[in-house]
């Protein structure tokens, strides 16, 4: 029983909210494949993945076998894509639980064609992941003859999907997007010449469905006979990725209907009046100018809240921001509540999320910490408990 009083509350309402929204944006016909790698992005895969389903979702995306594997226990009907990587002796967990694997190396199509060959139930389905120009994982133009000639008749794979990953779907010019589609485009020629007949086109992130660019990936799976399907993450998630340098309209838009999903929170241990001069935390790196009340919080950079925000930060209690002063420990973090009436022990703070009229977004806590909302969510330690509200 988890009962320290630091935790994420997690609207599955929102989700669901943001789901649909989502849904609304991409043309008739394009399906949405719902992102809950890396335990929703802190959010819970449990809650989140079921809130997928309820929303409409008919297919989830994961980042690891053991991902898949709890994902396929929340939602037993839903298809589940394992996007990075099957390693040497998954194979079997991948068939038995019904997955569904993104391939590029050789040696994972073995993998897979040992364990459905072992399993007899017939070709396991694949999707294959093209390199169109990221150079993280995919298939690329002078491989792509070998990888398609494993999937001939008789063979234990059946590829239903070909995928790509954009990389550079935020930038508002759209040019390196149009670049990967090009090489998309020449690869599912080179495809559709081998007769394989695919089902699926799965492309495109958060960024690129605010952008409206599923009716782009509509229209190229169209052209060769496939259906389109998005993968978006963060934007279910309540978040708009930023686009640079402009931000086209339609995200300013959308940003706007998105629902916030999480709210990090804890809890004042205690209250203390200090005299001007007292230090604060490690190595004193705060010194009071002034009498000052300071609210210790049961929250450190152990649970995700990150050191470099310490002297830098404010976060929120009685509606109001109270700045982080001195360093923040592995458990324990301290306010300046000089200025807020009535502090006292037991009293709810806000690190992300709204408290009153006042809100500390994830794009907040990413800039002071120098990093992205993506990260600032991963980072939410696996002791802080998720509650659903
Ligand atoms: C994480 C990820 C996504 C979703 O990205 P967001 O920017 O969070 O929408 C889509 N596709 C792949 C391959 C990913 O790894």
């Known amino acids: 029983m988890r009962?320290?009083?630091?935790?994420?509350e997690i609207s599955a309402r929102s989700f669901e909210e943001n789901y649909r929204f989502l849904m609304s944006l991409a043309a008739p016909g394009v399906e949405l494949l719902a992102m809950v790698k890396a335990d929703a992005y802190g959010h819970s895969l449990a809650l989140c993945a079921a809130a997928a389903v309820r929303a409409g979702a008919r297919w989830l995306g994961v980042t690891s076998v053991e991902e898949g594997v709890a994902a396929r226990a929340v939602c037993p009907e839903a298809r589940v894509l394992v996007?990075?990587?099957?390693f040497p002796g998954?194979?079997?967990?991948?068939?038995?639980?019904?997955?569904?694997?993104?391939?590029?190396?050789?040696w994972q199509l073995e993998?897979?064609?040992?364990?459905?060959?072992?399993?007899?139930a017939g070709p396991a389905a694949v999707h294959l992941e093209i390199d169109t120009g990221m150079s993280r994982q995919g298939v690329g133009t002078d491989e792509l003859?070998?990888?398609?000639?494993?999937?001939?008749?008789?063979?234990?794979?059946?590829?239903?999907?070909?995928?790509?990953?954009?990389?550079?779907?935020?930038?508002?010019?759209?040019?390196?997007?149009?670049?990967?589609l090009?090489?998309?485009?020449?690869?599912?020629?080179?495809?559709?010449?081998?007769?394989?007949?695919?089902e699926w086109l799965n492309v495109g992130n958060s960024a690129a469905l605010l952008a409206g660019q599923a009716a782009r990936i509509g229209a190229l799976a169209k052209r060769w006979g496939l259906k389109a399907m998005l993968r978006p993450g963060l934007a279910l998630y309540g978040v708009a990725p930023e686009f640079k340098p402009e931000e086209p309209e339609a995200v300013v838009a959308a940003r706007a209907r998105l629902q916030p999903v999480l709210s990090w929170k804890t809890r004042v241990v205690g209250v203390r009046s200090v005299p001007s001069g007292a230090v604060v935390g490690y190595n004193g790196t705060f010194v009071a100018s002034e009498p000052m009340r300071l609210a210790l919080l049961a929250v450190g950079y152990a649970d995700g809240?990150?050191?470099?925000?310490?002297?830098?930060?404010?976060?929120?209690?009685?509606?109001?921001?109270?700045?982080?002063?001195g360093r923040i420990s592995m458990d324990q973090a301290v306010l300046d509540v000089t200025e807020i009436d009535g502090v006292e022990a037991g009293d709810e703070v806000v690190i992300?999320?709204?408290?009153g009229g006042e809100t500390i977004t994830a794009f907040d806590h990413a800039e002071a910490a120098g990093t992205i909302p993506w990260e600032v969510f991963t980072r939410i330690g696996t002791r802080v408990r998720r509650v659903l509200v």
């Open 3 to 8: 009962t320290r009083p630091c935790w994420v």
């Open 83 to 86: 996007m990075s990587g099957v």
């Open 90 to 106: 998954q194979g079997a967990a991948v068939v038995d639980h019904g997955l569904t694997a993104v391939v590029w190396e050789p």
């Open 111 to 120: 993998e897979l064609e040992g364990a459905a060959r072992a399993a007899g």
């Open 145 to 180: 003859a070998a990888v398609l000639a494993r999937f001939g008749e008789g063979s234990a794979l059946r590829l239903e999907g070909v995928m790509t990953h954009l990389f550079a779907a935020d930038e508002a010019d759209g040019r390196v997007t149009e670049g990967q």
């Open 182 to 198: 090009a090489r998309l485009d020449e690869a599912l020629g080179r495809i559709e010449a081998g007769g394989l007949g695919p």
């Open 305 to 325: 809240l990150d050191r470099r925000l310490g002297n830098r930060f404010s976060l929120l209690v009685r509606g109001e921001r109270a700045p982080l002063v």
């Open 352 to 355: 992300l999320g709204t408290q």
